[in-house]
């Protein structure tokens, strides 16, 4: 079992930066792809960013890139999205989301894809 706990999220100005963090739980970590998705009021929950178990290989949402990096650090078990240049349409509830990766290189941006998910954490953006 893995529990993923966000943390990060808050109140920002447009043009501000968040970093949010998702630290994990469980002795897979390193072998399991990570990702974030956001899901605003009204809204489905969307896609941000994915990153592959060796951190080899990331993927982003064309809303997002140039903007947002994710990376993940398997020594503190965290994986982590860096927020530049936000803007009031991110404004959401973040979520990272986990799963065991078929090989190292492998990311996955499909929300059905992942097995564990966090609680979220609210991020908001004014402008």
């Known amino acids: 079992q893995v529990q993923l706990v966000e943390s990060g999220g808050g109140l920002v100005q447009a043009g501000g930066s968040l970093r949010l963090s998702c630290a994990a739980s469980g002795p897979t970590f390193s072998s399991s792809a990570l990702g974030w998705f956001r899901q605003a009021p009204g809204n489905e929950r969307e896609f941000v960013a994915a990153?592959?178990?060796?951190?080899?290989?990331?993927y982003y949402a064309n809303s997002v890139k140039g903007r947002f990096t994710i990376s993940r650090d398997n020594a503190k078990n965290t994986v982590y999205l860096q927020m530049n240049s936000l803007q009031p349409e991110d404004t959401a509830v973040y979520y990272c989301?986990?799963?065991?990766?078929?090989?190292?290189?492998?990311?996955?941006?499909?929300?059905?894809?992942?097995?564990?998910w966090g609680q979220g954490t609210q991020v908001t953006v004014s402008s």
């Open positions: 990153i592959s178990g060796n951190s080899g290989s990331t």
């Open positions: 989301a986990a799963r065991f990766a078929r090989s190292s290189g492998t990311y996955y941006y499909e929300d059905y894809q992942y097995s564990y």
